[in-house]
């Protein structure tokens, strides 16, 4: 079955960086989109950053210019280059592969890890 686990996470100033990992296995990677989502508390869960298997890539706009989704199909990994954090992007963040069959949408997740940003 697939698994997705994310790594990567912590605690950082604003200001800081973090680079969020997600390593996949259960699936053929390449043909999966991979996308992070964070939840903030109280809050829905929102999408933060998505890349196709072909390489296509949308940010939410609350992080254009900040953050930076890459995929290396070799490792089965997705990444999350996060700079110029700020405290309202603390959330846990979770990663998740989902591809379409059939007019069908299967989507997966990792267990989540905490992103906290301190003023």
């Known amino acids: 079955q697939v698994q997705l686990v994310e790594s990567g996470g912590g605690l950082v100033q604003a200001g800081g960086s973090l680079r969020l990992s997600c390593a996949a296995s259960?699936?053929?990677?390449?043909?999966?989109?991979m996308g992070w989502y964070r939840q903030a508390p109280g809050k829905q869960r929102e999408l933060v950053a998505v890349i196709t298997s072909g390489g296509s890539i949308n940010y939410a706009d609350s992080v254009k210019g900040r953050f930076t989704i890459s995929r290396d199909n070799a490792k089965n990994t997705v990444y999350l280059q996060m700079n110029s954090l700020k405290p309202e992007d603390t959330a846990v963040y979770y990663c998740n592969m989902n591809r379409v069959v059939l007019n069908l949408r299967y989507d997966y997740w990792g267990q989540g890890t905490q992103v906290t940003v301190s003023s």
């Open positions: 259960g699936s053929r990677f390449s043909i999966n989109a």
